[in-house]
């Protein structure tokens, strides 16, 4: 009987030997696989935090496409809602490079301050809130200029979330345990920054919350959910609804950021995933191999159930349905079923898997392999399930990961 070290490596080599196969063998799809529209391209960028690079995979003929070099340490990637742009952060230079997704090409650098960590962009794709957590502040930055327009204030920033209606900027700190809460004001004229506009205050700050980290925000704006991932618990947060809104007029206490409840999960609470139809919040505990599910009108734990070992992300299906959560320790894919509350099925990956993305379709979900240095593709919806399709190339320490489905309108 081979040795289970023999077994990995011929999967390992005939999972690469397939995704080399020729174009002209591949297709524009493998058979079984919905059909694109000619001319369609959809591709996934992986930043490489130990070569300084930006892996480009095309996720139509499931193959690399080119290497990007970009700024030093990437560790955080966005791609523009309207945009045909991917922002890259690169935490050791202090920068943020800009991925033309269209030419697939680095086209600028942004300088901004000390270690940045997280970029996130508003949904009209003009302006985007870098966190720089070396020179405890938040860059403010125009992206039709692809510069920054301001700088303010913020102790030791970790991953900052805008809300989806674009008032409220969630910033957990990791260092210091709390959370702030900065007000964000109007988006001005594309490229134009009123001398008296504020784009940045803080409106609230929440201590005790140690190592808070992944941050989730509900549709309507209303909640804001952060893990204390060197606890046990997650911060429920109410973020302050507008004076002249619905839900103020009902009741004027909503129009306050205040602190709701500390929900008790497992330990070392790493990442949060929020049902699409904001429902429920599903918690990666780590150091308790499971998941915690947390309904968000109650704030309340509905069960813990066992996933894998160290489970460090997850990403729910646009269905509401379907939880994927990777595991690092056993280099797997737990598969739970929302509406059955159960695991169903585990997935076998690269080493390590991490950061989790899916294509536009959801045909496809793409697990990074941190200890790897691959990205593992997984077919979602075939006949016998999920399972694993191929493994394609990245570089050393892969860490983040986000799919772009390119449009040829022009830049807006």
């Known amino acids: ?9 011929i999967r390992f080599h005939k999972l690469a030997a397939l995704a080399a196969l020729p174009l002209s063998l591949v297709g524009c799809r493998h058979p079984g696989f919905p059909e694109t529209p000619a001319g369609y391209r959809e591709y996934a960028y992986v930043s490489n935090g130990g070569t300084n690079t930006v892996s480009v995979l095309d ?3 499931l193959r690399s496409d080119r290497t990007l070099q970009v700024g030093s340490q990437p560790s955080a990637l966005l791609a523009n809602p309207v945009r045909n742009e991917i922002y890259v952060v690169n935490t050791q230079s202090g920068s943020i490079s800009v991925i033309d997704a269209l030419a697939n090409n680095v086209v600028a650098t942004i300088p901004v ?7 996130d962009v508003d949904p009209t794709g003009h302006r985007a809130f870098v966190s720089n957590s070396g020179s405890n502040s938040i860059s403010v930055l125009d992206l039709d200029q692809r510069r920054e327009i301001a700088e303010v204030p913020a102790e030791q920033p970790g991953k900052a979330h805008l809300s989806p209606d674009s008032r ?3 910033v957990p700190s990791q260092a210091s345990g709390s959370v702030s809460i900065f007000a964000v004001g109007a988006i001005p004229q594309p490229g134009v920054l009123s001398s008296k506009e504020v784009p940045l205050s803080r409106r609230a700050h929440f201590t005790g919350c140690p190592g808070a980290d992944s941050t989730v925000i509900l549709p ?6 952060v893990a204390c991932s060197s606890a046990h618990q997650v911060m429920a947060l109410n973020l302050a609804a507008a004076n002249a809104s619905w839900s103020a007029r009902q009741d004027p206490s909503l129009t306050t950021d205040r602190l709701l409840t500390m929900v008790e999960v497992g330990s070392t609470p790493i990442h949060l995933a929020l049902k699409p139809d904001g429902g429920e919040v599903f918690v990666s505990n780590m150091n308790s191999d499971s998941i915690s599910e947390i309904a968000t009108q109650t704030n309340d734990v509905g069960g813990t159930y066992m996933i894998g070992t160290k489970p460090v992300s997850g990403i729910v ?11 690092s320790g056993d280099d797997s894919i737990g598969l739970y079923s929302i509406d059955d509350g159960k695991l169903v099925s585990s997935l076998h990956t690269g080493s390590g898997p991490s950061s989790l993305a899916f ?6 979900l793409l697990a990074v392999d941190a200890h790897s240095g691959d990205v593992s593709v997984i077919r979602t919806l075939s006949k016998l ?4 399709f191929t493994i394609l190339p990245a570089g050393s320490g892969p860490n983040a990961i986000v799919t772009k489905v390119v449009s040829r309108q022009p830049r807006v």
């Open 220 to 225: 309507d704006s209303s909640k804001a959910f």
């Open 385 to 388: 399930g999920p399972n694993l």
């Open 1 to 9: 009987m081979p040795s289970p070290h023999r077994t990995t490596s």
């Open 113 to 119: 301050h000390r270690m940045p960590v997280s970029i």
């Open 317 to 327: 299906s646009e269905d509401n349905s379907r939880l994927f959560v990777s595991n």
């Open 359 to 364: 294509s536009a379709d959801e045909h496809l």
């Open 59 to 61: 996720l139509v003929y």
């Open 168 to 170: 409220s900027l969630v």
